[in-house]
């Protein structure tokens, strides 16, 4: 088997949410926890943290290096081009890709659609990150794979702005849940077990509100166990939405 390489996507300049990536969580950063959670695959041979060449994120390269994972920097503004040299770096065979803005991905879901990939007759996109063909997913416990050689190909070939920002779309796009070449690149998925197949469970660091969600969601599981699995997670959301249901129904 060729090497598997997660590479994580970090930066300090987002949009919506500027500096979230050194966002506290539980006395740490975003980027460590999220890190300190991957790193607990047992199927990946690497684990990069790919983030822009610029001074500002030099503090990203720090926790980094703090979490024992390699880091390379690259282009800012063309994230395909950071995400092939980073695995072109790493002598990957396999991408495994997850957002840093997923702050509680889960590795016995990344293990178990890298196992999936691996076991695939053809090249292609495989996702458990979000839902996929009715899979039952919550958004980010899981990761993408895919292969080089295709990373490679839309390397070489890709000038559209989304896609050299939005590396699923190069493959897929989950807003139509339509892949953009099944021929070249085929699209595959798991069905989520159905203990925790929860869609509506958004587990992203996006905007403010979201990131006072998962502060909380961490203050409150974390000292219990650092390694709090979905199931914990789902059962602390519905407390929250319980709770929240009764502090309006009095107010009513």
């Given at each position: 088997?060729?090497?598997?390489?997660?590479?994580?996507q970090?930066?300090?300049?987002?949009?919506?949410?500027?500096?979230?990536?050194?966002?506290?969580?539980a006395?740490?950063p975003l980027?460590?926890?999220?890190?300190?959670?991957?790193?607990?695959?047992?199927?990946?041979?690497?684990?990069?943290?790919?983030?822009?060449?610029?001074?500002?994120?030099?503090?990203?390269?720090?926790?980094?290096?703090e979490?024992?994972?390699?880091?390379?920097?690259?282009?800012?503004?063309?994230?395909?081009?950071?995400?092939?040299?980073?695995?072109?770096?790493?002598?990957?065979?396999?991408?495994?890709?997850?957002?840093?803005?997923?702050?509680?991905?889960?590795?016995?879901?990344?293990?178990?659609i890298?196992?999936?990939?691996?076991?695939?007759?053809?090249?292609?996109?495989?996702?458990?990150?979000?839902?996929?063909?009715?899979?039952?997913?919550?958004?980010?416990?899981?990761?993408?794979?895919?292969?080089?050689?295709?990373?490679?190909?839309?390397?070489?070939?890709?000038?559209?702005?989304d896609?050299?920002?939005?590396?699923?779309?190069?493959?897929?796009?989950?807003?139509?849940?339509?892949?953009?070449?099944?021929?070249?690149?085929?699209?595959?998925?798991?069905?989520?077990?159905?203990?925790?197949?929860?869609?509506?469970?958004?587990?992203?660091?996006?905007?403010?509100?979201?990131?006072?969600?998962?502060?909380?969601?961490?203050?409150?599981?974390?000292p219990?166990?650092?390694?709090?699995?979905?199931?914990?997670?789902?059962?602390?959301?519905?407390?929250?939405?319980?709770?929240?249901?009764?502090?309006?129904?009095?107010?009513?």
């Open positions: 088997m060729g090497r598997v390489v997660a590479i994580i970090a930066r300090m300049g987002s949009s919506r949410l500027p500096g979230k990536s050194m966002m506290d969580l006395g740490k980027i460590h926890r999220v890190l300190e959670r991957i790193t607990q695959a047992k199927l990946l041979d690497e684990v990069v943290l790919a983030i822009p060449d610029t001074s500002e994120n030099r503090v990203l390269a720090e926790v980094g290096e979490c024992g994972v390699k880091v390379f920097s690259g282009s800012e503004g063309n994230l395909l081009d950071r995400y092939y040299k980073a695995a072109l770096e790493s002598d990957a065979e396999f991408i495994v890709r997850i957002p840093a803005d997923n702050a509680t991905p889960y590795s016995v879901e990344i293990d178990k890298v196992e999936h990939h691996l076991g695939l007759e053809r090249a292609g996109f495989t996702s458990n990150l979000a839902q996929i063909f009715n899979s039952g997913y919550p958004d980010g416990i899981g990761a993408e794979v895919f292969d080089f050689s295709l990373l490679e190909e839309s390397w070489m070939r890709e000038t559209q702005p896609k050299l920002e939005h590396i699923h779309l190069n493959f897929f796009d989950y807003s139509s849940q339509q892949g953009v070449d099944e021929k070249w690149c085929p699209i595959s998925t798991i069905k989520c077990p159905p203990e925790y197949a929860r869609p509506d469970v958004v587990l992203d660091v996006n905007t403010q509100v979201q990131y006072e969600y998962m502060s909380k969601l961490y203050a409150d599981l974390y219990k166990n650092p390694n709090f699995g979905i199931l914990e997670i789902i059962e602390w959301h519905d407390a929250q939405l319980a709770k929240l249901a009764l502090e309006r129904s009095q107010v009513d």
